[in-house]
């Protein structure tokens, strides 16, 4: 029988040293591999929602004085320097609106301390657990010089976007919308928190509006199952108080 000194073929041997050919096969495939799953994680990262510039600084205690508006949400007018008015939105800290905190009489001016939810332009305030939260301040009785009654109807408009709780968004959680919030959202509009939709991907661009119902008032959980779906939309836009309303009836609301 003959022999080949020379074989074209190697065996694995467990104790023997690895061929140098098999070590320069192995090290190329490590690299390639290492190499396309980094590409794949970059591919992956740019693809993902940023989750944007919002966000709710709990360890500074703001206070803001303003005209006290109940409905459809607790807010305050906040009078800017021009004179024009700022909508401050007011929320609990947890996921719940404050409307079983709210004294009776409601004082038209009042004062109220609490911590900045604040995404871009707009703001929220997460009002203090603390009992003197709020402050009747005299000084804002006259309020026929200013226009806290004075809506602007803009008309009717088709949106597309995503509903979502607007305390999250601005910034009470990071991502604040998309499927993976969705729960959240639910619970958050649930306990009685504004609604909110977002157009342009709910980017921090983004154009932002509280929804209501045709009348102005706050939907009931009829709104649930569209929450951080995308959707568009026909109903009418309000401005009031430097934000913007859609004022939008259930059934003209479609899923995408």
């Known amino acids: 029988m003959s022999h080949d000194p020379n074989p074209k073929d190697s065996f694995f041997i467990g104790w023997a040293a690895t061929p140098k050919r098999d070590r320069r096969f192995m090290l190329g495939a490590a690299l390639a591999a290492i190499g396309a799953g980094t ?41 800017q320097p021009d004179g024009t008015l700022e909508t401050v939105l007011l929320v609990g800290n947890g996921k719940t609106a404050i409307f079983d905190r709210l004294p009776e009489p409601l004082p038209s001016f009042a004062q109220v301390t609490g911590t900045m939810i604040q ?27 200013v226009p806290i009654n004075q809506y602007k109807d803009e008309g009717s408009a088709t949106l597309s976007g995503e509903i979502l709780d607007a305390k999250c968004w601005f910034g009470a959680m990071r991502p604040g ?17 504004p609604v909110a939709f977002c157009t342009n991907l709910c980017s921090d661009s983004s154009d932002i509006y509280l929804v209501l119902d045709p009348d102005g008032k706050p939907h009931g959980e009829d709104i649930l199952p569209l929450v951080a779906d995308l959707v568009y939309a026909d109903g009418r836009i309000v401005s009031y108080g430097g934000f913007k309303q859609f004022r939008v009836a259930i059934g003209n609301i479609i899923r995408l």
């Open 39 to 79: 590409t794949l994680s970059l591919l992956m990262a740019k693809q993902h929602e940023a989750v944007g510039k919002g966000q709710w600084d709990q360890a500074k205690s703001v206070t803001l004085s303003g005209y006290f508006i109940r409905d459809p949400w607790p807010l305050l007018l906040v009078t």
């Open 119 to 145: 995404r871009g332009a707009h703001r929220m305030l997460a009002v203090s657990d603390k009992k003197d939260w709020l402050i009747a301040l005299s000084g804002g009785d006259n309020t026929d010089t």
């Open 177 to 193: 919308n998309g499927k993976v919030h969705k729960a959240c959202a639910a619970l958050c509009v649930r306990g009685g928190l």
